[in-house]
């Protein structure tokens, strides 16, 4: 035995090896066992099924802002690709409704009104297939139920507004069974009756006007029935 070791000369004799003895105070150094392991690696899948980051989107009054800088600008400007790049960069489809809706707003309470200007603005859109028929059908609805009040200090708001819905018509964004949802948004008859007389003079005057008449006339006569 050699410091408590056995003999290189011992190994394989079948002697038993000694266990070294300690002085005071000392410790053995403890044994790794061999049932530890390292804490296993997370597989690609695993991590892959953790939940993303959620995506940070804008409130409704940082949406409402900026999309009035961008009208302010277009009516400025009148850069139909600038807009549409500006409304595609909110990333909110869900708004686009809104963004009808102040359009419409903006546009006619400008002097003069923009009512050609706010036409072609949602024509390109719409041709362009960011906003659906749906989204400029309820920005009419809503802008239609704010009419009675904007039409107090904007008398021809309603006439306005008119134009631009005969000009939705004939680009086919809108029919007359949409514009008989919208008058129904307005409680006042003259304000309803001035909506729609402008809406059929500006289909009338279009050389697919009388196509649309005849085969809407049904639709046409429902609108007219709730003013008369």
Do not use: H, W
């Amino acid at each position: 035995l050699i410091s408590g070791r056995t003999s290189a000369l011992l190994q394989g004799s079948g002697v038993p090896p000694v266990r070294p003895t300690y002085g005071f105070g000392m410790e053995p150094t403890p044994e790794v066992s061999a049932s530890v392991r390292a804490p296993p690696t997370p597989s690609v899948a695993a991590v892959a099924d953790k939940p993303l980051a959620p995506t940070v989107r804008m409130n409704a009054d940082e949406l409402r802002r900026k999309t009035i800088s961008l009208l302010e600008e277009y009516f400025s400007v009148q850069l139909l690709e600038e807009a549409l790049a500006c409304v595609e960069d909110l990333k909110s489809p869900a708004y686009y409704s809104e963004i009808v809706k102040e359009a419409l707003s903006v546009g006619l309470e400008k002097s003069p009104p923009c009512v050609e200007l706010v036409a072609k603005l949602l024509e390109y859109f719409f041709t362009k297939k960011v906003f659906t028929a749906s989204d400029i059908t309820l920005g009419f609805q809503r802008y239609a139920e704010m009419l009675d009040d904007l039409a107090i200090d904007l008398p021809r708001a309603p006439a306005n507004f008119g134009e631009i819905v005969g000009r939705s018509i004939l680009a086919g964004e809108l029919d007359f069974k949409v514009v008989s949802e919208i008058l129904k948004k307005v409680t006042d008859d003259y304000f309803q009756k001035a909506i729609f007389t402008s809406t059929l003079k500006v289909v009338s005057s279009s050389p697919n006007g009388k196509l649309i008449l005849d085969s809407q006339a049904l639709d046409i006569r429902a609108c007219e029935a709730l003013f008369q």
